[in-house]
């Protein structure tokens, strides 16, 4: 039998022919227009104050239908500039749909200010309609949400305002980067690697590359950093102030809400992280003795421990993935076949591509396209996973009402981590030796050094940093100041070198649509760990109740969610704790194996 070759290219055609030239997207972009401008006449047409039969559903129906054309405008657009950062078309449309994102914001937010007009009786009344009960929960949140917000002209003013004086600033960062390549000396020939291209190249298992790549990439970031700085300034001042204004003096404010999630929660999960540092700290201690150095140095955090390590091409990977998804459940091994063959996955390893990886969903395609930079490692293996789990999440959800399925950053990592731990238990039961088996488990537990320590840094940073920036402009000297004192308090003073411009280098810290890009990720790893276990026990009879654990996602706070499903109480030290002495667990195993 010939063995199946899945592409390394994704297909965008699907959805609009041509690229950033195709004239199909051109018109997609006018019908969006066109249903955002329906959706504004049927709010202003909607007398809200009257305590008649409203008409809300009719007005949902639109909200809806104009959300999912602009998502998808959103998705294809960025999956054009990630494919090319050189692509000027794929900017300018950036700058259209951004537009457009605004008008609706606005809208969205005359919506929900006509809801708080609604009086409390009519409003009850209201959402035990059949036709809107479903949706109780997203309602009650976006009116509450509202009246904590000015009123409609000052929130349209800001939606107007941040087109240039907020996206802008995240715009102006993919600028920046599109520009910058790191220099670098292979077979004697000197060559030029986009920074997607550098970030795998420390993983390398000689040193001297690590150290000749990380030089060169902190020189690039340095270069950059005074634009960089000015950036991210303008980019969190104009956050500060909107807060301001509102009256939040809480700079977590709109991030917990965001999250769904409660500042006790955030609070303890940290605690119990912070509390359980020396096993992490012990490990790295060990692996520096391994690799032969006194202190491990940022850019040996990746470096591989042993020469066992098993290369992975592209379709191993896939393979891989597709048969151990099928050992928890059917369903998510078919839709991951179906990924591959369907070219959902940009892996291809060329210069002039984004750095990192993401997953977008298509929601009027019922489609997702994940985009990363593949080199034949264990660690692609899993950011492959990963991704894929994300993109079953959305298909998971694919019978749920459109606006309950707005679920928040910290649950979507959730279903992508599972993903990623159940292949990495797949990989280290078949290690064929100790060496394989040493290098996989290894792997595992950088995901838990990332999880617990790295976003615990970015945290740090971000917290401190925006409560510095309330009193004025923060220097490029003060930036990697802050940012590597927040790297030594959460690598517990750990390493010998650290990474100053990683505020410049890490692309989440100028999202502008998600607020605080880090602590979702440490809650959605955790999270995972306590399905995990659930999974184990119940073996696949337990892929249904995953998948209804997945559908309530968008239409609770997390701490129902894990109580409804895990029967956990998410504000107790005992959860987190549970999820830590797992990770704990691995490291044990690896200093008894190293010994």
């Known amino acids: 039998m010939t063995p199946i070759t899945y592409s390394m290219t994704w297909n965008l055609d699907d959805f609009f022919p041509g690229g950033s030239s195709s004239k199909e997207f051109h018109a997609h972009l006018e019908k969006v227009e066109e249903d955002i401008h329906?959706?504004?006449?049927?709010?202003?047409?909607?007398?809200?104050?009257?305590?008649?039969?409203?008409?809300?559903?009719?007005?949902?129906?639109?909200?809806?239908k104009a959300d999912l054309g602009l998502e998808q405008a959103e998705s294809f657009v960025s999956c054009l500039q990630a494919q090319n950062m050189g692509d000027v078309k794929a900017n300018e449309l950036r700058g259209i749909v951004t537009s457009l994102a605004s008008k609706f914001n606005t809208a969205v937010t005359h919506l929900d200010k006509a809801l708080v007009q609604i009086d409390d009786s009519v409003w009850q009344r209201l959402i035990e309609q059949d036709h809107l009960k479903e949706l109780h929960f997203v309602l009650n949140e976006r009116r509450r949400q509202a009246a904590e917000k000015l009123s409609k002209e000052e929130e349209a003013l800001i939606n107007d305002l941040a087109?240039?004086?907020?996206?802008?600033?995240?715009?102006?960062?993919?600028a920046i980067v599109s520009q910058l390549n790191i220099p670098f000396k292979e077979n004697g020939k000197e060559v030029h690697l986009s920074v997607g291209q550098a970030q795998n190249k420390l993983s390398s298992h000689d040193r001297q590359v690590r150290k000749r790549v990380f030089d060169e990439w902190e020189k690039a970031w340095g270069e950059k950093?005074?634009?960089?700085?000015?950036?991210?300034?303008?980019?969190?001042?104009?956050?500060?102030?909107?807060?301001?204004?509102?009256?939040?003096?809480?700079?977590?404010?709109?991030?917990?809400?965001?999250?769904?999630?409660?500042?006790?929660?955030?609070?303890?999960?940290?605690?119990v992280i912070s509390d359980n540092k020396k096993p992490f700290v012990e490990f790295l201690e060990r692996k520096a003795s391994l690799l032969g150095v006194d202190k491990l140095n940022w850019y040996d955090l990746d470096a591989p421990v042993t020469?066992?390590?098993?290369?992975?091409?592209y379709q191993e990977g896939a393979s891989f993935i597709i048969r151990h998804f099928g050992?928890?459940?059917?369903?998510?091994?078919?839709?991951?076949?179906?990924?591959?063959?369907?070219?959902?996955?940009?892996?291809?390893?060329?210069?002039?591509?984004?750095?990192?990886?993401f997953c977008t969903s298509f929601p009027l395609s019922d489609q997702s396209r994940i985009f990363m930079t593949y080199s034949d490692t264990y660690d692609n293996v899993s950011t492959l996973a990963h991704e894929l789990g994300h993109a079953f999440h959305t298909y998971a959800m694919k019978d749920v009402h459109p606006l309950n399925c707005h679920y928040a950053m910290n649950v979507a990592e959730t279903a992508s981590t599972f993903a990623e731990t159940l292949v990495a238990d797949a990989a280290l039961e078949l290690a064929k030796d100790d060496g394989e088996k040493l290098a996989l488990l290894e792997s595992k537990i950088q995901n838990s050094i990332a999880l617990l320590m790295n976003i615990h840094s970015r945290f740090l940073f971000e917290t401190r940093f925006y409560e510095e920036r309330k009193k004025g402009m923060v220097s490029t000297?003060?930036?990697?100041?802050?940012?590597?004192?927040?790297?030594?308090?959460?690598?517990?003073?750990?390493?010998?070198?650290?990474?100053?411009?990683?505020?410049?280098?890490?692309?989440?810290?100028?999202?502008?649509?998600?607020?605080?890009?880090?602590f979702p990720y440490t809650f959605g790893y955790l999270f995972s760990l306590g399905i995990y276990a659930?999974?184990?026990?119940?073996?696949?009879?337990?892929?249904?109740?995953?998948?209804?654990?997945?559908?309530?996602?968008?239409?609770?706070?997390?701490?129902?969610?894990?109580?409804?499903?895990?029967?956990?109480?998410l504000t107790k030290e005992e959860f987190w704790q549970a999820g830590v002495d797992l990770c704990i667990k691995d490291v044990e195993e690896f200093l008894s194996m190293t010994k």
């Open 477 to 518: 000297a003060r930036l990697n100041e802050m940012m590597e004192a927040a790297q030594k308090e959460a690598y517990a003073d750990s390493l010998g070198l650290y990474h100053p411009h990683f505020w410049g280098a890490k692309l989440h810290f100028y999202i502008t649509d998600v607020p605080f890009y880090n």
């Open 163 to 174: 087109v240039d004086g907020f996206h802008g600033w995240e715009e102006m960062y993919d």
């Open 307 to 313: 020469e066992s390590a098993k290369a992975y091409s």
């Open 327 to 357: 050992e928890f459940g059917s369903e998510l091994a078919r839709f991951a076949e179906k990924a591959f063959e369907g070219r959902w996955i940009e892996a291809e390893d060329r210069p002039g591509k984004r750095p990192g990886g």
């Open 534 to 569: 659930h999974a184990k026990k119940e073996g696949k009879e337990y892929e249904q109740k995953y998948i209804s654990l997945l559908k309530d996602t968008g239409r609770m706070t997390v701490e129902e969610l894990a109580k409804k499903h895990l029967g956990a109480d």
């Open 38 to 64: 329906s959706f504004e006449k049927s709010i202003k047409d909607w007398d809200a104050a009257s305590s008649k039969d409203t008409g809300l559903a009719a007005i949902l129906e639109k909200f809806q």
């Open 225 to 271: 950093a005074e634009l960089l700085a000015a950036t991210l300034n303008h980019l969190s001042g104009f956050r500060l102030a909107v807060y301001k204004k509102r009256g939040w003096n809480d700079v977590l404010k709109e991030a917990l809400e965001y999250n769904r999630m409660s500042k006790e929660t955030l609070d303890i999960m940290w605690k």
